[in-house]
C-alpha cells in the first residue's frame, strides 16, 4: 500500500512523455494540414505548424499526465 504514491508518480511521467510526443505529432499533422496556407509567420514570428505542436505537446502533455495518475489509481 506504500508503494500506491510511486505507482502513480510513474504512471505520471509516463503519460507526461506519451502525451507531449502524441500532442505534438497531431499538432503538426493539423498545423500543417489547415494552417500552411495562412501568414501567421507575419504575425507571431512562427510558422502555424510549429505553434500547433508547441499547443498540442502542452495539451498533450497535461492530458497524458491525468490520465497517467487516473489509470493507476484503479
Known sequence: MKNRGMWKLAAGVMGFIAGVF????IGLV??????GGFDIYEHTGMEGYELTAYVGAVVGGIAGLVIGIRRAGK
Open 22 to 25: 502524441a500532442g505534438a505529432f
Open 30 to 35: 493539423i498545423g500543417g494540414t489547415f494552417l
